[in-house]
């Protein structure tokens, strides 16, 4: 069974305080990652799909990288409109899409 | 605009009663999906369906049925065997199984 698990749950940085959020997986036959953003009420609004190992993409203030185990969201110089929760997800080999918790990331001016 | 429509955003049911959930895409997508998403829980997958007239379970499909019809539409209807049906529902939508799905607005469904 594909499991994901988000790290922090909840996160408040000062606005310019660069940090990481982690989504550790296991995943039988990796199809890819995805990380969302979500905006309380909204639905989920994509940012990243990652394939394999070693790979990273980046947009604005945010970078994604990923490993065998885990992927990180590194989001450098935040601004309060980066306030949102970021989901992860993986697709393993069944096809389907298996959310994490997600962290709540609060940036305070 | 291209994008995926639910409606309608609020939703109050009485218990025993069913209630259908719309959602329409016209982003040519073959594959749709229902999810639910309870607070501090990530998003479950209810049901999913990669073509026209056919569909498959997800994780948690007992108490909801779906259709598909049309390439455009995957309603969800939640029926009164659904013990606990008081979420938020999420539709999304992408081009193959193995792609970046893209979601709508969201439903929040009550029973009162």
């Known amino acids: 069974e594909d499991q994901v698990t988000q790290s922090p749950e909840a996160l408040r940085l000062q606005e310019g305080e660069s940090s990481s959020l982690n989504c550790s997986y296991t995943v039988s036959g990796l199809r890819g990652l995805f990380w969302y953003r979500q905006d309380p009420g909204k639905g989920p609004e994509f940012l990243f799909t990652?394939?394999?190992a070693g790979e990273e993409k980046e947009k604005e203030r945010l970078k994604a990288t990923l490993t065998k185990k885990e992927s990180f969201l590194h989001i450098t110089a935040p601004k309060p409109e980066d306030s949102a929760t970021y989901l992860c997800?993986?697709?393993?080999?069944?096809?389907?899409?298996?959310f994490g918790s997600g962290t709540q990331l609060t940036v305070l001016p | 605009d291209g994008g995926i429509t639910q409606s309608p955003k609020y939703l109050f049911r009485k218990e025993g009663q069913n209630v259908t959930l719309s959602c329409e895409q016209n982003?040519?997508?073959?594959?749709m999906y229902w999810y639910r998403q309870d607070p501090g829980q990530g998003l479950r997958l209810i049901y999913y369906s990669q073509i026209v007239n056919d569909f498959q379970k997800g994780d948690i499909a007992e108490g909801y049925s779906v259709s598909r019809e049309k390439k455009e539409s995957f309603p969800l209807t939640v029926t009164s065997a659904q013990k606990n049906p008081t979420a938020f529902y999420l539709c999304a939508s992408s081009s193959a199984l193995n792609t970046e799905a893209f979601f709508g607005q969201g439903t929040r469904l009550t029973v009162v």
């Open positions: 997800a993986v697709q393993g080999s069944a096809r389907q899409l298996t």
């Open positions: 982003l040519n997508h073959d594959a």
């Open positions: 990652l394939y394999s």
